[in-house]
């Protein structure tokens, strides 16, 4: 069964606001807030209260760039559906689930990220919108491939390791 979450990336002024997360999936590594989408919950409501759990600050108005699909060892595991917003209320702030820090967009430490993210992430910052698949081992330690297609442009940047 294929799990169904957001991230939301609070862009402003020249820098993204990326989280560490403490524990669970992903844990120890940077990356946008977000959480599993629960059942009768729009898309962007769920990016919403993802980022208020993870920080606790609401975003304001996010609006949806790009859709991946994540896949373990051959079968789909996450379809996740990525936010950017530009205003959000609140003063973030670490939580029980992660620490929040601004990160300049040209100084973006993708070797500390998800993998994979160095592949579409500068395309959500360019203002672009996005689609793709990513192919991981079984463990989430090797990227395998992937597919992103730039819908501004429909052209397909493939890469196969």
């Not at 606790?56 to 996740?80: H, N, T």
């Not at 959500?124 to 689609?131: D, Y």
């Amino acid at each position: 069964m294929t799990t169904v979450a957001t991230l939301c990336y609070i862009i402003k002024s020249g820098k993204v606001l990326l989280i560490k997360k403490k524990k669970g999936f992903g844990a120890g590594v940077w990356n946008g807030p977000g959480g599993k989408a629960s059942k009768n919950e729009s898309l962007q409501d769920c990016a919403k209260r993802g980022v208020y759990e993870k920080v606790s600050i609401v975003p304001e108005a996010p609006w949806q760039v790009g859709e991946l699909l994540f896949y373990f060892g051959g079968k789909p595991e996450w379809r996740i559906h990525v936010f950017v917003a530009d205003e959000y209320d609140g003063i973030e702030r670490e939580t029980d689930e992660a620490v929040p820090k601004w990160f300049r967009l040209d100084r973006i430490q993708y070797d500390e990220m998800w993998l994979g993210d160095d592949v579409w992430m500068p395309l959500m910052i360019a203002g672009k919108k996005f689609r793709g698949t990513l192919f991981f081992d079984e463990e989430h330690k090797e990227l395998i491939s992937h597919e992103i297609v730039d819908l501004d442009t429909a052209l397909p940047a493939t890469k196969n390791n």
